[in-house]
């Protein structure tokens, strides 16, 4: 048997090594900037306290309408009246209305829902 034809030429053994450290390069620079953009990015708003800004009308003698203006660094704002309402986003409202239960003092709550602790801050008060 003829074994010239089977093996390869020799300057091609030194590719596979090249090729293999370029991958190898690729992949630590694309991990680390996966990394480095989680980090930087997630980082912020880890302590952060919630913030957003409402408005609240008094309607009438006993009712009032909380809405939603300005998100801040909310994901949410709770409104924590008999029905424990959310809104999602600005421009939603809500009518809180003494006269049919809902119990003073009620807290409208700013929310941060995407990290481990759901932190939250009471941004507005209503009393009757």
């Known amino acids: ?13 030194a590719i596979s090594s090249v090729v293999g450290v370029a991958l190898m390069v690729g ?21 952060a306290e919630p913030t957003a800004s409402v408005n609240v009308e008094q309607t009438a003698s006993s009712e ?19 029905s424990e ?3 999602t986003s600005p421009g939603d409202s809500h009518a809180v209305n003494f006269s ?9 709550v700013a929310v941060i829902e995407d990290n481990p602790s759901n932190q939250t801050a009471v941004i507005q008060t209503i009393e009757s």
Do not use: C, H
Request: proline share 5%; aromatic share 8%; charged share 20%.
């Open 100 to 108: 049919d239960g809902d119990a003073p003092p009620v807290s409208v």
């Open 27 to 47: 992949i630590v620079v694309v991990l680390s900037g996966v990394i480095g953009f989680a980090v930087l990015d997630f980082g912020d708003d880890i302590g």
């Open 64 to 82: 009032f309408r909380v809405t939603w203006v300005s998100q801040g660094n909310a994901d949410t704002v709770l409104v924590q009246d008999s």
């Open 85 to 87: 309402t959310y809104l």
């Open 1 to 13: 048997m003829n074994t010239d034809k089977l093996s390869l030429p020799e300057n091609t053994r």
